[in-house]
């Protein structure tokens, strides 16, 4: 009876692709404190500058694109500020909302993305700044549609362990701290996309991975898109082409050793997850073939000799967003958390009141909340996210469920909220559960509604 032999290709994408990148970094001097334990508001210098970078994928015969955004800012305080960002930008460039999504790296070493307080010092810069970033977005956009080539974007996943399992029981009470768990397990999965022309030559590098860039903390006083921006100095500097950052669900990843105000650290963790990425790029296929067993050669040993033959990749492409409704906790009303906010002059437990107190503001005073979940389909691989910010068991979850197909998943995109940690946590006193404004079982609903939202474009797909 005859062995089956299977060949080895890697799915994809294949189109019009434009790429774009600029520089975002804010001004010294600006309001940047992200860390309640920070004594400092301002920064005063300037690490690695700040990056957003546009990757634009369209049909080959034209049509209506999809603009994907990576951003080296932290989070959106509060979503409303994101919406309006968002309206403005869908208005401009005349595209659907489901075809647009700014994601951010979520840097903690970035001025803060909010409107301007007075009794915060640095704050009088913030909107002059986000303003700046607005243009640059727009700016981006249109460079990369009109640079937009026939391309093929393909998907092979590696391994990197950088991210480490994050939520530490405390020695001293019953409590779970925020830190490096060496018993604990972290999702160690790396997903690189790479854009060829069809003759070959590498244009750009995607790397989708979790783990939050929190290396710098609040010793620091410098802009930085800690460990994502030396990452891409690393593979541009060795590949010559672009490389961007998408952060995958990381609710409980983070590096091992983080919270430090030395700035070597974050260059060696982007060096890391560099390596890993540039590893897992070396060990695909050329592109747009697939790697087939031809036949057995004889020699001093019967050699299996394999070769790599042209494939046709994929060329469909489609965008949806649904709604997932998520239950509420019962929290105070965003009054009595601004009164709390007012009197507390407790420094770190000021902020975050403040942060509870803007996200009341945007949840308003129903029982639940419509979440907005993205996905593209592009070819045989999938985008897929939300604004919360998951706990990784999301993201295993769905690429076990579509194991045929590549899957970028991804966190704070299209805005930021809160956390969804698994509903067993519910009953621990963790930060990540009595931060979130979501009830239990909100990460396993936001997984129904992902896996629906995948199946959907799959059979649409698969009728049209």
């Not at 930008?89 to 409107?115: C, Q, W, Y």
């Not at 727009?138 to 460079?143: C, D, G, N, T």
């Not at 669900?249 to 997850?273: C, F, I, M, N």
Request: glycine share 8%; hydrophobic share 40%; net charge negative.
């Amino acid at each position: 009876m005859a062995n089956a032999v299977r060949s080895r290709r890697h799915k994809g994408f294949s189109g019009l692709i434009g790429l774009a990148q600029t520089d975002i970094t804010p001004p010294k001097g600006i309001y940047a404190r992200n860390w309640g334990a920070a004594t400092h508001d301002v920064a005063d210098s300037v690490h690695i500058g700040l990056k957003l970078s546009v990757v634009t994928l369209s049909e080959q015969s034209g049509g209506e694109p999809v603009i994907l955004i990576d951003a080296d800012l932290g989070w959106w305080r509060p979503l409303s500020l994101f919406r309006e960002f968002q309206k403005r930008l869908l208005n401009e460039l005349g595209v659907k909302a489901d075809r647009l999504i700014f994601a951010l790296s979520h840097t903690h070493a970035a001025s803060p993305l909010m409107t301007p307080d007075p009794s915060l010092p640095g704050s009088d810069i913030l909107e002059e700044w986000l303003e700046s970033v607005f243009t640059a977005t727009v700016q981006s956009v249109r460079a990369a549609l009109a640079a937009a080539e026939p391309a093929i974007l393909e998907w092979h996943s590696g391994r990197c362990q950088l991210a480490a399992y994050r939520d530490l029981p405390d020695p001293e009470s019953d409590r779970i701290l925020c830190g490096f768990n060496p018993d604990g397990s972290a999702d160690e999965t790396l997903l690189v996309g790479r854009i060829s022309d069809h003759e070959g030559a590498l244009k750009g590098i995607i790397v989708n991975y979790a783990c939050h860039p929190t290396t710098l903390a609040w010793d620091n006083q410098a802009i930085s898109p800690d460990f994502p921006g030396a990452m891409r100095q690393v593979i541009s500097d060795t590949t010559g082409v672009p490389a961007f950052f998408l952060q995958g669900v990381s609710g409980e990843l983070a590096p091992k050793l983080q919270y430090v105000g030395d700035t070597e650290v974050p260059e060696r963790h982007g060096k890391q997850l560099a390596y890993a990425a540039l590893a897992t790029l070396y060990d695909m296929n050329s592109p747009a073939t697939e790697l087939v067993f031809t036949g057995a050669m004889e020699s001093g040993a019967p050699l299996a000799v394999w070769k790599e033959q042209p494939v046709t990749v994929s060329v469909s492409l489609d965008a949806t967003t649904t709604i997932q409704k998520l239950d509420l906790k019962d929290w105070p009303t965003a009054d009595e958390l601004d009164r709390e906010y007012q009197t507390c002059e407790d420094r770190a437990l000021a902020e975050r009141l403040r942060r509870k107190r803007d996200i009341r503001r945007v949840l308003g005073d129903g029982s639940t909340f419509a979440l907005d979940v993205t996905a593209w389909r592009l070819g045989d691989s999938f985008l897929v996210g939300s604004c919360c910010e998951s706990y990784s068991w999301l993201q295993q979850e769905i690429r076990l469920q579509f194991a045929d197909y590549p899957v970028a998943c991804l966190n704070l995109m299209n805005g930021s909220i809160g956390y969804l940690p698994p509903a067993e946590l519910y009953d621990r006193n963790l930060y990540q559960v009595w931060q979130t404004p979501f009830a239990r079982g909100g990460l396993e609903r936001l997984l129904e509604g992902m896996v629906a939202t995948l199946q959907g474009l799959l059979t649409k797909s698969e009728i049209g």
